[in-house]
């Protein structure tokens, strides 16, 4: 049915009072203080209604979950930096002694391991 400017409100399936308790029904609904169906409580964070990130994210925020990390983390870079040291100790440098970077010490290793292969190959 396509409404006109022209066309009178008598004619539509509605009446006036209809459009207005309609609007009065919705404002209610948006305003009400009890749950819909189907809704829980807003304020309230069962752990079935977070999401899985959401689960993660509360899981990090906790002291003891950033310690053990922090801990994991230093284990880590330790046994890092010990690779780098014995790696570093294999390379000959002029002085032997001499302090290289981590990058340093990769690009000497990729020339070592060219001219071990050259010297193997002659």
Known sequence: MMLSPDQPDSDLPWGQSDAESVLHDMKMGCVSDEPM???G???SLAPQA???EE???RRRATAKYRSAHATRERIRVEAFNVA???LR???P???PDKKLSKIEILRLAICYISYLNHVLDV
């Open 89 to 91: 100790k294999l390379l």
């Open 37 to 39: 169906e189907g809704e």
């Open 50 to 52: 977070l999401s899985r």
């Open 93 to 95: 440098t002029l002085p």
């Open 84 to 86: 780098f040291a014995e």
């Open 41 to 43: 409580k807003r304020g």
């Open 55 to 57: 689960k993660r994210r």
